[in-house]
């Protein structure tokens, strides 16, 4: 087929493009189907785009890609996914990465230095992604051809569009506030006031003084030239297995020279991001890929009165462009619509076309599809010879398109009303867990119509209904609703019916989760667009006395009322935020909010990570099996095919290990657990080997083609829930000294009640904790039987412990090197030993390197996560609402393997006692199921312990008719009950800062004004409803032991190696603070902290490292670092006053070298313990939060967040708060959005980006304000401070709190129109409360309802 393919470059013979400005050219390409990621980081020393989930749904791989069109001599730049980009097709294209836009060599670009100084990179797994994001979206920016000179240091982006460019791309750690900071900082129409905390300028600093301390931006930064030898590279480079037509005649003969049987290995392709979709399709089995985007006719753009034809081949982003360019309505809001397709790196090389075929051929549920359909468009196809134009209906109903039709352009007309005095309506819905896009859409819909106004109100002329991604084969046309429309007036019957019919026609296919949400989403969006057209308040803000009970009042017209009635539709960006802090002066630098260690680096993707160290020679690479039932005979484990397939070099199992070892693969305090299933295998997940192969592509899709032959036969059932565990007592044992204890006496607590609640229930399920980068290690074999591991964990000395008991080998053979982590949050703790242990063994048994990159697929499918629970309670209280009594029995699914279950009882009961509860007994279980085994994930047990005590606050205030603060304020603890429920960690009376705390919030959020606000919302608002809800947490922590070590080169540079491992937390930091601060005890006149490197951890050169989790590895690290400087300061004194006597003042460094010449000894080694009776401490905190629900679709969205939290004397605010903000974040995660499914055997089925939503910036809280309470010394705990890492996750639940005071009021009204019964007010929500779970409480038939109301209402 070459000889059709067209000669494109002066070589013919290769593939030629640059990486920043370096060329690259190749000449033969094995595989044709390896990404721009997949070469860059295991070919070049790029290694700034991470890959994280290779799927085009993160944005850590992004980069800028550059094409220069010879006929308009211009250079066209774009951020696209490198996980999806084919390396054949970029033949004559520019790649910049992070690294190539500054660096620590030549400079780092103004975007890292403003990332790092707005703190807006924690673990740095993605800012590298997230800087290349916003990069495309300034480099456009200046190039828009407007009237908006930019002004001086700053872009023409707007701060809209500067929070949008970074839109698509997912954080774990921030919690995107700073993020959002450092992009704005370069809008043109930014008020400095509203950056927040960062290194470059003070609060109160002028504006002339904040811009002259920002790294100025000037356009052009930083961006290399388009490198001339690209100029004639031509286009689509001609290696044998990528061809380029230039013209549809040679895509006709290359379609027909396609042999019969061969079609599969030849593939069409524009953007290949649909293999983000179809990940099948990765793997290698395409031989040739014919690229469309030459062809004039699939590329081109034709606008005339007729219409817009868009080539095939256009990108999602050009015809966004071009759409908007029209002065439509139409095209305007199909634009919009897309803008909200896939994200912004797809949609710049995704096409149009390649989204319809996908539609058509695959069923996949597109967007497009369903606008286009609306808009009543047409596509031309070309099988063979033969040129058809069809409907884009008749195209979507016909039989998939075969492998050799093409797609050639699609036409969408232009609309006018038919006639005078008519007016045609167009509009478009999607609801997606993201506002903003990167989320399928539960169920999209457009609707076209003409409407006629006539005397007797508006008459339906014409119109057209499309609904999509519903769970159905391909967008449709609800004819039958669209008929009984059609000459009507539209009056509530009218609607009514229309929406029957719908509601009839719109139904998901078996299997789609939420059918009967969908469908109700199908009714409220069309109910929507309907009511626009009726001649009454018909739609939403009602203004009189329609609600039964919720008339407004008189006064109520005032402008504070309007405001709260009318500003609901807010802007779908964050708009602001507040951070509130007292940086101490005391212990300098020690308590500076100084800027993260190595952030820049990090920033610029020049931090190395695990997998970007480079690969040794000889290096294998490896991938996990994981067993797909929960119970079963692992009969025999092979491939498919009786030869290996390529790149193979074993398939290691438990039968490797090695005769002196055992089958270990993780090791915590309590247990150790198998590395791989024997012969049995329990639970689905459950790791059966380790595939090793040349390349990691190689063994991830060898591991694909394994085939495992189970058997069952005469096995038991396995234990799929916590009541089939307690059915069969399948329980883990929780040690003495870990079991809580009871307080007070519950029997006499339940008879001094005046009410009781018998027998709740409530469950809450896991969550994943969705790291960045997923788990990772390298194994290199040493000399004398000795292994070098690297992994990215929380914990090397365990690893390293697993690793000898796997290996046989004593302790010290291995060493285990951690220099960070890219996201932990607890599962980089003794979920990461397994993956570092199969290395280890494979290195072992292979005698060569080998290491492994786990899928995000494999990792989710492992990981355990979150633990699910099921809580059943018992609560006596007084008609206050004052409890006197709570009794729990709670059943805790800790899946198949102890871990570290055993703490979760105590943390959970540690956060619920938040309330005096009188007194509280419970009976907690650990059930062993056949599921994954469950680990801690940040707060384990006590974001729900904490959660528990809100929903109980919730049924004890519902069944008393109460308000729910009331409740909550009533059962604050006093000193003394605080005292009884927590012992000595309770501290003296001044340090309980909580009830000050809740006031504090109540004052600064004006939570009183803003509920009476919400109220008169609800009163006004039929579809959208508030709620706001205030709540404290308590949280106990302690130090933990840890060593650390201090040395002094002998130029004065101080190295140091704590336990603590870098997680994103600011650990390293911290200590570097402390390490400069206590050394300046020296009385040198220098400042040291640049001076000081933290450096990896090395579980050989520091033992007894221990865990990095439970928030206080930081403190517990810098104390150790403190005692080892003080050590060393005892020894430096004598001379330094020797010195001072001699020369007056004294330099560092001539303290240090005549240090080094009176052999004083400048290392020192600590190990820090603390006492754990003295050293226990309870962090307080309170928020309070305001959401929006959308009675519609379910959607909730974050109107504000108010948070106090409670830092001690904070090392460095800057940290904490990024600690307090990102923990918030991943709270709002769990309780409202992440559902980690399994399928019914327990096999995780939420296995990637497209199933597993974690919040962006669209979701988390438009205004977000924190304020870090500065509270007083104390002298047990590490210079005053107080733990951050974990606590503030606990207060996410307010959203969800709020969530339920706003369904509370769309109850209320549904029971008002006669939609449910008077028990209307008992209901308890779900965590997640996602929009399906919404919805359902607000009414899946609320429109109906309404309707019905309505017409007897008349
Ligand atoms: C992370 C992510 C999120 C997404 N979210 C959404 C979303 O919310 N809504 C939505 O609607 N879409 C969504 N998409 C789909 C996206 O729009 C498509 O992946 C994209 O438009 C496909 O275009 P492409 O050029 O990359 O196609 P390719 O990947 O190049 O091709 C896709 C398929 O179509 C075939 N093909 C392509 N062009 C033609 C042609 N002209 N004639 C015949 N066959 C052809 C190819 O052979 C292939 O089988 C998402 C995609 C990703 C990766
Ligand atoms: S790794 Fe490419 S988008 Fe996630
Ligand atoms: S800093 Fe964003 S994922 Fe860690």
């Excluded at 193979?648 to 090695?658: F, M, Q, T």
């Excluded at 002196?660 to 024997?678: H, I, P, Q, R």
């Excluded at 192969?693 to 038991?716: C, I, R």
């Excluded at 939570?1007 to 609800?1018: P, S």
Aim: proline share 4%; with cysteine.
């Amino acid at each position: 087929m070459e000889e059709n393919g067209r000669a494109t470059g002066k070589d013919d013979s290769s593939l030629v493009f640059a990486i920043n400005s370096q060329r690259f050219e190749l000449r033969n390409l094995d595989d044709p189907s390896i990404t721009l990621l997949q070469f860059l980081r295991s070919q070049t020393s790029f290694k700034s785009p991470k890959l994280s989930c290779g799927e085009g749904g993160c944005g850590a791989c992004v980069v800028l890609l550059s094409k220069y069109d010879p006929e308009l001599d211009k250079v066209e730049d774009f951020s696209v996914s490198s996980c999806l980009t084919l390396l054949c097709s970029l033949n004559g294209c520019s790649i910049t990465t992070s690294e190539g836009l500054g660096n620590s060599k030549t400079g780092f670009h103004n975007i890292h230095k403003r990332f790092a100084g707005f703190h807006a990179s924690q673990c740095g797994f993605c800012t590298p992604g997230m800087c290349m994001s916003f990069y495309g979206a300034l480099v456009n920016a200046e190039k828009a051809v407007d009237d908006r000179p930019p002004s001086s240091g700053f872009s023409k982006l707007t701060a809209v569009e500067a929070e949008k460019a970074i839109a698509s791309n997912l954080c774990r750690c921030t919690g995107y506030r700073p993020i959002a900071d450092a992009c704005k900082s370069f809008a043109g129409d930014i008020d400095m006031e509203d950056l927040g905390i960062n290194t470059f300028w003070k609060k109160g600093d002028s504006v002339q003084d904040k811009m002259s301390r920002l790294p100025l931006y000037s356009p052009g930064d930083g961006v290399c030239d388009f490198p001339e030898f690209l100029k004639g590279q031509g286009k689509g480079g001609s290696l044998s297995s990528w061809i380029v037509p230039g013209n549809v005649e040679e895509l006709q003969r290359l379609m027909k020279g396609i042999d019969h049987g061969n079609e599969t290995r030849v593939k069409l392709v524009v953007g290949n991001t649909g293999v983000g979709y179809y990940k099948e399709e990765k793997d290698g089995c395409v031989e040739r890929y014919i690229d469309l985007r030459y062809v004039p006719e699939l590329k081109r753009i034709k606008m005339d009165e007729t219409g817009i034809k868009l080539g095939a081949a256009v990108t999602i982003s050009t015809a966004i462009k071009a759409l908007k360019k029209e002065n439509d309505e139409v095209y305007q809001k199909i634009a919009a619509h897309m803008e909200k397709v896939a994200t912004s790196f797809v949609r710049n090389s995704g096409s149009i076309g390649g989204n319809l075929v996908m539609a058509q051929k695959k069923h996949f549920p597109s967007d497009i599809a369903t606008v286009l359909l609306a808009a009543g468009s047409y596509v031309e196809v070309l099988t063979g010879e033969i040129h058809e134009r069809l409907t884009l209906e008749e195209f979507l109903e016909r039989a998939p398109m075969g492998s050799k039709d093409v797609l050639v352009s699609i036409e969408v007309p232009k609309w006018k009303a038919s006639q005078i005095g008519s007016r045609l309506a167009f509009d478009t819905y999607r609801a997606s867990p993201r506002p903003l896009g990167n989320a399928l859409a539960h169920l999209n819909a457009a609707f076209m119509a003409e409407i006629s106004e006539t005397s007797e109100g508006s008459v339906m002329s014409s119109c057209r209904l499309a609904f999509g991604a519903y769970g159905t084969k391909h967008a449709i046309r609800v004819k039958n609703a669209e008929e009984f429309l059609t000459g009507k007036k539209v009056t509530p019957a009218v609607v009514y019916e229309t929406i029957r019919l719908v509601k009839s026609t719109v139904v998901s296919a078996e299997g789609t989760s939420n059918p009967e949400y969908r469908s109700s989403l199908a009714v409220g969006f069309l109910f929507n667009f309907l009511s626009s057209f009726m001649a009454d308040p018909f739609k939403g803000n009602a203004s009189n006395g329609w609600l039964n009970g919720h008339s407004i009042a008189p006064d109520e017209d005032s402008e504070a009322t309007q405001k709260s009635c009318h500003d609901g539709k807010s802007s779908l960006l964050l708009s602001s935020g507040k951070q509130v802090f007292q940086a101490s002066k005391e212990n300098r630098p020690v308590g500076e909010a100084i800027g993260k260690t190595g952030a820049a680096l990090q920033a610029s993707g020049e931090a190395v990570y695990v997998d970007d160290i480079p690969s040794p020679p000889n290096c294998l690479h490896g991938a996990l099996v994981c067993s797909t039932k929960p119970l079963a005979r692992v009969k025999d484990i092979g491939f498919r095919s009786n030869s290996p397939p390529d790149g193979v070099a074993a398939l290691i199992s438990y039968k490797d290990i090695p005769k002196d070892g055992e089958n270990v693969g993780s090791k915590t305090m309590f247990e150790t657990e198998s590395l791989f299933a024997d012969e049995l295998t329990r639970c689905a997940g459950e790791r059966l080997a380790f595939v090793v192969a040349d390349s990691q592509k190689h063994a991830d899709s060898a591991a694909n083609l394994v085939v495992v032959d189970y058997d069952t036969e005469s096995l038991e059932p396995p234990i799929l829930t916590v009541e089939e565990a307690v059915k069969r007592s399948s329980f883990f044992n929780v040690p003495p000294f870990l079991q809580p204890k009871p307080v007070g006496d519950i029997t006499r607590g339940m008879a001094e009640a005046e009410h009781r609640i018998i027998n709740a229930e409530m469950k809450l399920e896991s969550q994943y904790y969705f790291y960045m980068e997923t788990q990772t290690a390298l194994a290199i074999p040493d000399e004398d039987n000795c292994m070098v591991v690297y992994s990215s964990t929380q914990c090397p000395e365990y690893s390293g412990a697993a690793i000898a008991q796997c290996l046989g080998l004593p302790e010290h053979n291995v060493r285990v090197i951690t220099r960070r982590v890219g996201g932990g949050f607890g599962g980089k703790a003794f979920k990461s030993l397994p993956v570092a242990t199969a290395c280890a063994l494979a290195a072992h048994v292979l005698q060569r390197p080998v290491r492994t990159y786990v899928s995000r697929k494999t990792d989710m499918i492992m990981a355990g996560g979150r633990h699910p629970m099921k809580i059943s309670y018992s609560v006596g209280f007084k008609s206050n609402g004052k409890i006197t009594a709570l009794k729990l029995d709670i059943l805790i699914n800790a899946g198949i393997a102890l871990d570290v279950s055993p703490i979760i009882p105590v943390h959970l009961i540690g956060a619920l006692k938040k309330y005096d509860f009188g007194a509280l007994s419970f009976d907690i279980k650990l059930c062993k199921t056949n599921h994954s085994s469950k680990s801690a994930m940040r707060a384990p047990g006590e974001v729900q312990g904490s959660f528990i005590a809100d929903s109980v606050m919730e049924q004890v205030a519902s069944t008393l008719s109460l308000d729910v603060d009331s409740v909550k304020t009533v059962n604050l603890h006093s000193h003394d009950s605080l005292k009884l429920f927590y012992g000595r960690s309770c501290g003296e009376p001044h340090e309980y800062t909580l009830t000050a705390i809740w006031d504090r919030i109540a004052r600064s959020s004006s939570f009183n004004e803003r509920r009476e606000m919400v109220e008169k919302f609800n009163r006004c608002n039929l579809w959208s409803k508030r709620g706001i809800s205030r709540l404290p947490i308590v949280f106990e922590a302690g130090g933990m032991a840890t060593p650390g070590k201090v040395s002094i080169l002998s130029d004065g540079s101080i190295v140091v190696e704590v336990g603590g491992i870098e997680l994103g937390q600011g650990l390293w930091t911290k200590v570097k603070q402390m390490a400069a601060f206590c050394l300046s005890s020296t009385n040198c006149k220098d400042s040291l902290l640049e001076r000081v490197r933290v450096i990896q951890a090395d579980s050989l050169s520091l033992i007894q490292g221990g865990i990095t989790a439970g928030s206080t590895k930081s403190e517990s690290s810098c104390e150790a670092i403190r005692l080892c400087c003080n050590l060393l300061v005892e020894r430096l004194v004598p001379l330094m006053e020797k010195l001072q006597k001699e020369t007056g003042s004294v330099r560092w460094e001539m303290l240090i070298s005549q240090a080094y010449m009176t052999s004083v000894n400048l290392s020192a080694s600590s190990y820090y313990v603390p006492d754990f009776a003295t050293t226990r401490y309870l962090n307080y905190g309170a928020a309070v939060s305001e959401v929006e629900v959308n009675l519609l679709t379910g959607e909730t969205t974050i109107l504000r967040s108010d948070l106090v939290y409670d830092c001690g004397q904070s090392l460095n605010p800057a940290v904490d708060m990024g600690q307090i903000e990102g923990a918030f974040v991943q709270g709002i995660g769990f309780f409202m959005l992440e559902e980690y499914k399994t399928n019914s055997e327990g096999l995780v089925t939420a296995d990637s980006t497209w199933r597993y939503k974690v919040p962006t910036i669209d979701t988390i809280p438009k205004q977000f304000n924190v304020e870090i309470l500065s509270s007083g010394h104390h002298q047990n705990r590490v210079l005053s401070s107080k733990a951050s890492g974990e606590p503030p996750l606990l207060l996410a639940s307010s959203v969800h709190c709020a969530t339920r005071a706003a369904i509370k009021d769309a109850r209320k009204q549904l029971h008002s129109w006669g939609g449910l019964d008077s028990s209307h007010a008992m209901f308890s929500l779900a965590a997640p409360a996602t929009m399906p779970v919404v919805k359902e409480l607000c009414g899946l038939d609320s429109v109906e309802s309404y309707l019905i109301w309505r017409m007897d209402h008349k």
